[in-house]
C-alpha cells in the first residue's frame, strides 16, 4: 500500500472550476485539494474530500496596510493585532469545517535581522496558538525562496523555520517544507528531511527549475525524497504544488501523483 497520502494545490487548476477539480481528485484517487478556504469544505465534502491545508485570510491594519500574504505577516509587530482579528475567526470557521491546519507566513524582512524577526514572529504566533490548541488546529508556516520567486521572505531556510519551532515549542505549530523552495535555496533536500522531519507539518512538490512537471525533465529525484518522507514514518499529506505544461493539465496531476507513489 502506498504510504504517501496526496493533495493537489487549487491555484495549479485556477482555470479549472473547483467541481471539476472535485470529481478529477475522486478520478485520480486525490483525497484532498488544498489551499481553499473554509467556505471550500462542503463543496469537497460532497465529493468525499478532505483539505489538507487551508489557505490564509488577509486583511487591513489600520494604515491601510494589507496583511497576511507571504510578504507581510508575523514577523512586524504592528501587523499583529490585525493578524490576530483576521486569523481568530478563519481558524474557528477552519476548524467548524473539519479541516486540521492552516497556513501562515513570516513576512518579507524589510532590513529586519533573522534573529529580530524569529523573535517577532513567536511574540505573535504564541498570541494565536492558544485558540489553535483549543480548535485542535495547526499553524504551519510556509518555508519559500528567496532567490528566485519571493525576494526577501524571511522563512526562506530550513534553519531558521526550524529555530522558530523550537522557540514556540508547541505541537501546534510546525513547517510547510516545500521541496522546490528548498531544493533552490539550500539543497540536501533528503538528509535536511531526515533530520528536522519533527517540525514538518506539510510537504509541496514542484520541479526545478519552474516549477513545472516534476518529470525527467528536472532534477530531482522525487522518488527517493517520497521513499525518506514515507520512511519517517509522517502521516500526512503531500501537495502537488507544480505548475502544469502538459495541453492536459490533469495529465501532468496523475503523472505527478504516479511518480510520488512510492
Known sequence: MNPIRHSVCRWCYNSTPLEDLCIAARELDIPSIELVMPEDLPLLAKHGLTCAII?????????????????????RLEHHDTLMEIY???????????????????????GLSDEQGLENCAIGLRRLLPLAETLGLKLVMELLNSKVDHPDYQCDHSAWGVELCERLGSEHFGLLYDIYHMQIMEGDVIRTIRENHRWF?????GGVPGRNEIDDTQ?????????????????????????????DPLASLQQGVAICSV
Open 88 to 110: 481568530q475567526p478563519h481558524l474557528k470557521a477552519a476548524a467548524a469545517a473539519g479541516a486540521g491546519q492552516v497556513i501562515c507566513f513570516s513576512g518579507n524582512r524589510e
Open 201 to 205: 507539518a506539510h510537504y509541496h512538490t
Open 219 to 247: 532534477e530531482l529525484n522525487y522518488p527517493a525524497i517520497m521513499r525518506t518522507i514515507a520512511g519517517t514514518g509522517y502521516q500526512g499529506y503531500v501537495g502537488q504544488e507544480f505548475i502544469p505544461t502538459h495541453p
Open 55 to 75: 489557505s490564509f485570510p488577509v486583511g487591513k491594519t489600520p494604515d491601510g496596510t494589507e496583511v497576511g500574504r507571504i510578504e507581510k505577516a508575523f514577523n
